[in-house]
């Protein structure tokens, strides 16, 4: 079932971001994945993360749906419900390409349109880790409660250094690395719709920066998606997270935003993030699924 009359251009995702996110911003609702925010910190937040490249389909002329390959195995789409076979089009688009082994996709269980194509190219949803939508009227939000001993503030345009140091600190395992550097940080700063002013940071009265939330305003939509949070081990259980992503929320809903987004994991192997943003006022929606096409190795 693939759509008549489709044109198919492939772009760098370099190249095809911005009509990535346009597309997902027109097609936005609390049924959809996509977020213009979430896509940007996809393909920015490290340098050379070796992903593939993203065929654009149009219909007259119009773009009504992507696919992204994020890495060779897994596959990004996004497609305008309106245009069903361009499910069909892009699946194909990526086996075609891809290599021999299980591939997988993510998709949210109200996608029905995708779930459906997808189904028709071979993928099946699988037993995955899983992320929960949730959603929380800005009109309703809390205010921001004081931590002794740190104050909050947003980021400046020159400190991509110290606000990379930060992610690293919360999100980097012990004796690990991570892709966040400062040169990575650089660049998603560049990248919209990324605004310094809703990237809040904790910091400590000798100055430095230990919990941060970043906050992505999708201005067509109305849309501030919470993408990432984190706080270093040694101020955990301080309320930090908390505390900094209200910050950012005010910031977004200063800034003309009315709803926010936040997508933490949703089963009972990691539950405390969500546990932080329901403490918050958001409220759960839908679940992501995880899809495989092609069979895991067997053992010899």
């Known amino acids: 079932m693939s759509t008549a009359g489709v044109a198919v251009a492939v772009a760098s995702v370099d190249e095809a971001l911005p009509q990535m996110q ?14 213009p925010g979430q896509l940007a910190w996809s393909a920015r937040y490290g340098l050379d993360l070796g992903h593939g490249p993203v065929a654009l389909f149009r219909v007259a ?4 749906g992507w696919a992204w390959a994020e890495a060779d195995d897994w596959l990004e789409l996004c497609v305008d ?3 069903p076979g361009v499910v069909d089009d892009a699946a194909g688009w990526f086996l075609d390409r891809a290599p021999a082994g299980p591939l997988r996709t993510m998709t949210l269980e109200t996608e029905t349109v995708v779930l459906t194509g997808l189904a028709r190219a071979g993928f099946e949803v699988e037993d995955q880790p899983w992320f929960t939508h949730h959603h929380l009227d800005l009109a309703a939000l809390r205010d921001v409660p004081c931590v002794p001993g740190y104050s909050l503030r947003h980021v400046e345009p ?3 250094e110290e606000r990379a140091a930060c992610h690293r600190a ?3 395992p012990p004796g690990g690395t991570s892709r966040v550097s400062a040169a990575a940080y650089a660049g998603l700063m560049a990248t919209p719709p ?10 400590t009265a000798g100055g430095e920066m230990v919990a941060s939330c970043l906050v992505w305003l999708d201005p067509r939509t109305g849309v501030a998606l ?3 949070v984190g706080c270093a081990p040694d101020h955990r259980g301080r309320g930090l997270a908390g505390a900094v992503s209200l910050a950012g929320l005010h910031a977004a809903r200063d800034a003309g935003a009315g709803l926010g987004l936040v997508c933490p994991r949703g ?5 405390l993030p969500g546990r932080v943003y329901r403490a918050l006022g958001f409220e759960p929606g839908p679940r992501t699924l995880i899809l495989r096409n092609g069979s895991e190795p067997q053992e010899t």
């Open 267 to 271: 089963d009972d192997d990691y539950p």
């Open 226 to 228: 919470v993408e990432p």
């Open 61 to 64: 002329g119009e773009l009504v």
């Open 194 to 203: 990324y605004r310094h002013e809703l990237d809040w940071v904790a910091v």
């Open 170 to 172: 919360a999100w980097a």
């Open 158 to 160: 020159s400190e991509h």
């Open 22 to 35: 346009e597309l997902a911003s027109r097609l936005w609702t609390r049924s959809s994945r996509h977020h």
């Open 81 to 83: 419900p309106a245009h």
